[in-house]
């Protein structure tokens, strides 16, 4: 697990559950029993791998067995398998006390991360098809400081829940006595994506027509080159995968997709197979942006991402009319209006020497609460920061852009991203670059709180 360490990993064995004396009794639990199925695939991807890293070698190998040696060998590796699965279920145990999550690990090198309770940022419930079918699921944390989200997979459904809204009520504040009465919190759905809404999105998208013709097109033009079977099958495959991905994958994964309002953030609830339950911690959001392909255009739709910090990049809606996104996006961003089209101040005509035909997509605008930028042509795409996001603010000036007299604006997030003002007059961008660092300045003394319930 890759949860925040707290003093040494390696604890004193507890096996009794209880804690040190003078502290509150910190009962472990297991996972639920059919994680060791998820676990024991490991010795058998560690032969396959070797069979696909040598595979004229595993060949002549296996044709010199015999069945009985196969069938043993077979008996034998999964009967270690089962072996693995069982022994890294045995000596994986969490729990919670008053003030964090500990998670113990491993069979010879024993493991416990101490994850604060008040560094939890939060948990998304996962549930993947085999999940669902077994009745568990699988909570992720997100954990202010790390890059990766620690995980506890499988729980039971309800345990899952249960143990979710528990921490959650910690986290926020709430005694550990009252925090199981707490409960999850309450919701209010705000937009549900339709199927149709959907599959027309993708039908409009040139990424799913550019792959579809890429696997149609490059295959046969390969196999009048080379006629060689494998470098077509070798192209073919990525190509197809990719084709699949790009269309059937992202409507899987986008299928029933319903973004709620409650206290401990947006929850975002997706997916036709894999059904995933995750939350957008308020205050965090870094960065808001508005995704415009050009076919999407006549019908007014966009998609919404999100920069959120410490955390991977998230989709708030894969589409929506903009009316609907915007509404959302005023939820994230309480008292934000989205800046009209109209509004966005282009660069100086001068900069298309800097940027010949692509300088007319790019735009500014500055309001009380966000810094606006636009960029592209084809594919448009608004990022909006809030001014109490802004961590830096720097300003650039190539020699060619010195020559024409622009210069380019960046805002640094606390995501480790950057939005970028490109080709503003130099005089502009220097007013900017002063009056901007002195709006993140003030932005920052009446932001709301980074945690959620309060």
Same mark, same amino acid.
């Given at each position: 697990?890759?949860?925040?360490a707290v003093?040494?990993?390696?604890?004193?064995?507890?096996?009794d559950?209880?804690?040190?004396r003078?502290?509150?009794?910190?009962?472990?639990?297991r996972?639920?029993?059919v994680?060791p199925?998820?676990?024991?695939?490991?010795?058998?991807a560690?032969?396959?791998?070797?069979?696909?890293h040598?595979?004229?070698?595993a060949q002549r190998?296996l044709?010199?067995? &015999?069945?009985?040696t196969?069938?043993?060998?077979a008996a034998v590796?999964?009967c270690?398998?089962?072996?693995y699965?069982?022994?890294?279920?045995w000596?994986t145990?969490?729990?919670? &006390?008053?003030?964090?999550l500990?998670i113990?690990?491993?069979?010879?090198?024993?493991? &416990?991360?101490?994850?604060?309770?008040?560094?939890?940022?939060?948990i998304?419930?996962?549930r993947p098809?085999?999940?669902?079918?077994a009745g568990v699921?699988?909570?992720?944390?997100?954990?202010?400081g790390?890059?990766?989200?620690d995980?506890?997979a499988?729980?039971?459904?309800e345990?899952?829940?249960?143990?979710?809204?528990e921490l959650?009520?910690?986290?926020?504040?709430?005694?550990?006595?009252?925090?199981h009465?707490?409960?999850?919190a309450?919701?209010?759905?705000?937009?549900?994506?339709?199927?149709?809404?959907?599959?027309?999105?993708l039908l409009l998208?040139?990424?799913?027509?550019g792959?579809?013709?890429a696997?149609?097109?490059?295959p046969?033009?390969?196999?009048?080159?080379?006629?060689?079977?494998?470098?077509?099958?070798g192209?073919?495959?990525?190509?197809?995968?990719?084709a699949?991905?790009?269309?059937?994958?992202?409507?899987?994964a986008s299928y029933?997709?319903?973004?709620?309002?409650?206290?401990d953030g947006l929850?975002?609830?997706?997916?036709?197979?894999?059904?995933?339950?995750?939350?957008v911690p308020?205050?965090r959001?870094?960065?808001?942006?508005f995704?415009?392909?050009?076919?999407?255009?006549?019908r007014?739709?966009?998609?919404?991402?999100?920069d959120?910090?410490?955390?991977?990049?998230?989709?708030l809606?894969p589409?929506a009319?903009?009316?609907?996104a915007?509404?959302?996006?005023?939820?994230?961003?309480?008292?934000?209006?989205?800046p009209?089209?109209?509004?966005?101040?282009r660069?100086p005509r001068?900069?298309?020497?800097?940027?010949?035909?692509?300088?007319r997509g790019?735009?500014i605008a500055?309001?009380?609460?966000?810094?606006?930028?636009?960029?592209?042509l084809?594919c448009?795409?608004?990022a909006?920061?809030?001014?109490?996001?802004?961590?830096?603010?720097?300003l650039?000036?190539g020699p060619?852009e010195?020559?024409?007299?622009v210069?380019?604006?960046?805002?640094?997030t606390?995501?480790?991203?950057t939005?970028t003002?490109?080709?503003r007059?130099?005089?502009?961008?220097?007013?900017?670059?002063r009056?901007?660092a002195?709006?993140?300045?003030t932005?920052?003394?009446t932001a709301?709180p980074?945690r959620?319930m309060?």
């Amino acid at each position: 697990m890759g949860g925040e360490a707290v003093g040494n990993e390696a604890v004193a064995d507890e096996k009794d559950g209880r804690a040190v004396r003078g502290e509150r009794p910190v009962i472990e639990r297991r996972l639920h029993p059919v994680t060791p199925f998820r676990r024991a695939w490991a010795p058998l991807a560690v032969l396959a791998g070797w069979a696909v890293h040598d595979p004229d070698r595993a060949q002549r190998q296996l044709t010199r067995l &015999t069945t009985t040696t196969l069938l043993t060998g077979a008996a034998v590796l999964l009967c270690a398998a089962a072996l693995y699965g069982f022994l890294s279920w045995w000596f994986t145990r969490f729990a919670v &006390t008053d003030t964090e999550l500990r998670i113990r690990t491993g069979l010879v090198f024993r493991r &416990t991360a101490h994850i604060r309770l008040e560094r939890i940022q939060a948990i998304d419930v996962t549930r993947p098809l085999l999940a669902r079918i077994a009745g568990v699921a699988k909570l992720r944390l997100d954990v202010i400081g790390t890059d990766e989200k620690d995980e506890l997979a499988f729980l039971g459904e309800e345990e899952a829940r249960a143990l979710r809204a528990e921490l959650l009520a910690r986290a926020a504040g709430f005694a550990p006595e009252s925090a199981h009465e707490v409960g999850e919190a309450p919701a209010r759905e705000l937009v549900r994506v339709p199927a149709r809404m959907i599959v027309v999105s993708l039908l409009l998208s040139g990424a799913t027509w550019g792959s579809l013709l890429a696997a149609a097109v490059v295959p046969p033009l390969l196999w009048s080159v080379t006629h060689n079977p494998w470098t077509v099958l070798g192209t073919a495959v990525p190509l197809l995968g990719g084709a699949v991905t790009s269309s059937a994958g992202r409507f899987v994964a986008s299928y029933d997709w319903t973004v709620s309002e409650s206290p401990d953030g947006l929850r975002i609830d997706r997916g036709l197979l894999d059904r995933s339950h995750e939350t957008v911690p308020p205050g965090r959001v870094q960065t808001v942006r508005f995704v415009e392909p050009l076919l999407w255009r006549r019908r007014d739709w966009v998609r919404v991402e999100l920069d959120v910090a410490g955390s991977s990049d998230s989709v708030l809606l894969p589409v929506a009319p903009r009316e609907v996104a915007e509404s959302v996006v005023a939820r994230v961003l309480p008292g934000t209006a989205v800046p009209p089209q109209t509004s966005l101040a282009r660069p100086p005509r001068r900069a298309r020497w800097c940027l010949p035909v692509w300088w007319r997509g790019h735009g500014i605008a500055v309001t009380g609460t966000v810094f606006a930028t636009r960029h592209g042509l084809l594919c448009r795409r608004l990022a909006l920061v809030p001014h109490a996001k802004v961590q830096s603010v720097r300003l650039t000036q190539g020699p060619w852009e010195r020559a024409r007299g622009v210069a380019d604006v960046h805002v640094d997030t606390g995501a480790n991203r950057t939005v970028t003002a490109r080709l503003r007059d130099a005089e502009e961008a220097a007013r900017l670059l002063r009056a901007q660092a002195e709006r993140s300045r003030t932005g920052r003394r009446t932001a709301r709180p980074d945690r959620w319930m309060t």
